[in-house]
């Protein structure tokens, strides 16, 4: 076996298949050669045990690893470690998928999260942060009353989980577990599983809408966390177009992340973005986000089968995750020296420069994609000469 000096027992059919997949997923041959060897090391130790590939489980592995240190190895891996063999078996149909029986809550939360999937169409990011929410009301009541945690639920015990909640949110917090509860409560009534509409018996958290002023950064910021970025690097061309997508199109960082390589028409000039609720939006591509774009994709993406634009760009190579184009932004306002914001903060600075350069607010609002016009009013606070205006002058101004 390449990378090892001794025979990889119970792993030998699938040594080669590992090899290629990890140096697939970008890993440098060094680190592919150690792989390879603590795999050899598991397959003759399960060799040892009798213990076939197709047994391997997370709990052998750690058996795997206690003998090793009863030997008394130094260099002792750990289960953490095998996750990529685990997942490249799985793949390969060596391994069937891990399951656990499902309890009462695992499955009303299972067909909750179907719901939002395909009936509301809600993002990712978003029914994670729902689902999440279900499960801990649900197994709450579940711990407390047993099998009968839906049919017996009542507007009391909603209420009183939910004022346990706003005492260590802020309001916008609690106003967050207030949508997130009603509309677990609105499915558990339209399944059938609640005889009453409970949605109705939670309270509003009390405060002002849109009391806030969007914070932005100064368009001269903007630009220098653009040129900061290293494009003589792989990395920073692909920061660069990152940030391009975000400043110049105010893209979401769930929207630049679900970008796909079809999502891209070159004759047209045009982006599709791919947005909340499965809207998908057609944009028209600056010439400095088309350049940048192309520059990535020519000479700085990783040639990998996947269709997202954006991919890692260390191992392990995969399609980038929403909160790395925040990451990216805090990065660039570091190496500039420009207080560090999150990537939403350069699509509140896109309005705002909008604004100033005479956009109306329709027009803001079809830039941002925003659904209702009222979102984006909130950008009217920013305009200050255009509420110089319209307000009256301070009485005490002619003393």
Same mark, same amino acid.
């Given at each position: 076996?390449?990378?090892?000096?001794?025979?990889?027992?119970?792993?030998?059919?699938?040594?080669?298949?590992?090899?290629?997949?990890?140096?697939?997923?970008?890993?440098?041959?060094?680190?592919?050669?150690?792989?390879?060897?603590?795999?050899?090391?598991?397959?003759?130790?399960?060799?040892?045990?009798?213990?076939?590939?197709?047994?391997?489980?997370?709990?052998?592995?750690?058996?795997?690893?206690?003998?090793?240190?009863?030997?008394?190895?130094?260099?002792?891996?750990?289960?953490?470690?095998?996750?990529?063999?685990?997942?490249?078996?799985?793949?390969?149909?060596?391994?069937?998928?891990?399951?656990?029986?499902?309890?009462?809550?695992?499955?009303?939360?299972?067909?909750?999260?179907?719901?939002?999937?395909?009936?509301?169409?809600?993002?990712?990011?978003?029914?994670?942060?729902?689902?999440?929410?279900?499960?801990?009301?649900?197994?709450?009541?579940?711990?407390?009353?047993?099998?009968?945690?839906?049919?017996?639920?009542?507007? +009391?015990?909603?209420?009183?989980?939910?004022?346990?909640?706003?005492?260590?949110?802020?309001?916008?917090?609690?106003?967050?577990?207030?949508?997130?509860?009603?509309?677990?409560?609105?499915?558990?009534?339209?399944?059938?599983?609640?005889?009453?509409?409970?949605?109705?018996?939670?309270?509003?958290?009390?405060?002002?809408?849109?009391?806030?002023?969007?914070?932005?950064?100064?368009?001269?910021?903007?630009?220098?966390?653009?040129?900061?970025?290293?494009? +003589?690097? +792989?990395?920073?061309?692909?920061?660069?177009?990152?940030?391009?997508?975000?400043?110049?199109?105010?893209?979401?960082?769930?929207?630049?992340?679900?970008?796909?390589?079809?999502?891209?028409?070159?004759?047209?000039?045009?982006?599709?973005?791919?947005?909340?609720?499965?809207?998908?939006?057609?944009?028209?591509?600056?010439?400095?986000?088309?350049?940048?774009?192309?520059?990535?994709?020519?000479?700085?993406?990783?040639?990998?089968?996947?269709?997202?634009?954006?991919?890692?760009?260390?191992?392990?190579?995969?399609?980038?995750?929403?909160?790395?184009?925040?990451?990216?932004? =805090?990065?660039?306002?570091?190496?500039?020296?420009?207080?560090?914001?999150?990537?939403?903060?350069?699509?509140?600075?896109?309005? +705002?420069?909008?604004?100033?350069?005479?956009?109306?607010?329709?027009?803001?609002?079809?830039?941002?994609?925003? =659904?209702?016009?009222?979102?984006?009013?909130?950008?009217?606070?920013?305009?200050?000469?255009?509420?110089?205006?319209?307000?009256?002058?301070?009485?005490?101004?002619?003393?």
């Amino acid at each position: 076996m390449s990378g090892t000096r001794r025979k990889p027992g119970q792993m030998s059919p699938f040594i080669d298949g590992f090899r290629a997949r990890l140096l697939e997923l970008g890993y440098t041959p060094g680190t592919v050669r150690n792989e390879l060897k603590s795999v050899g090391q598991l397959g003759l130790w399960l060799e040892s045990q009798g213990i076939e590939a197709s047994q391997l489980t997370k709990d052998s592995i750690e058996e795997f690893i206690r003998a090793r240190r009863a030997a008394g190895r130094r260099k002792v891996p750990t289960v953490r470690s095998f996750a990529s063999l685990l997942e490249f078996l799985r793949s390969e149909g060596v391994l069937l998928p891990e399951s656990t029986p499902l309890t009462p809550v695992d499955e009303v939360v299972g067909d909750y999260k179907n719901w939002l999937v395909f009936e509301r169409g809600l993002a990712a990011p978003t029914v994670l942060r729902y689902e999440t929410l279900a499960r801990r009301f649900l197994q709450e009541r579940a711990d407390a009353v047993g099998d009968r945690f839906v049919e017996d639920l009542t507007g +009391s015990h909603v209420v009183g989980f939910l004022v346990r909640e706003c005492g260590r949110l802020s309001v916008g917090g609690g106003k967050g577990r207030v949508a997130e509860l009603r509309s677990l409560l609105r499915f558990l009534y339209l399944r059938g599983f609640t005889a009453l509409p409970l949605a109705t018996a939670v309270p509003p958290v009390a405060g002002w809408h849109e009391t806030g002023i969007p914070a932005g950064i100064a368009a001269d910021d903007v630009q220098r966390l653009l040129d900061g970025c290293d494009r +003589s690097s +792989s990395g920073g061309i692909r920061d660069f177009a990152i940030l391009a997508l975000v400043a110049r199109l105010g893209l979401r960082s769930a929207e630049v992340a679900r970008l796909e390589l079809d999502d891209i028409d070159w004759r047209a000039g045009e982006i599709v973005v791919r947005g909340k609720a499965r809207r998908h939006d057609r944009l028209p591509m600056p010439s400095d986000v088309g350049e940048a774009l192309t520059a990535y994709l020519c000479s700085a993406r990783p040639a990998l089968a996947v269709r997202q634009v954006f991919l890692a760009h260390k191992a392990p190579m995969r399609a980038i995750r929403p909160d790395l184009v925040s990451d990216v932004t =805090r990065r660039a306002c570091e190496r500039v020296g420009v207080p560090r914001v999150g990537a939403h903060r350069l699509r509140h600075a896109l309005a +705002s420069e909008l604004l100033r350069r005479g956009a109306t607010l329709v027009e803001v609002s079809q830039v941002l994609r925003h =659904r209702d016009l009222a979102t984006t009013a909130i950008y009217a606070k920013v305009d200050l000469s255009a509420l110089r205006s319209v307000a009256l002058p301070w009485p005490g101004a002619t003393q």
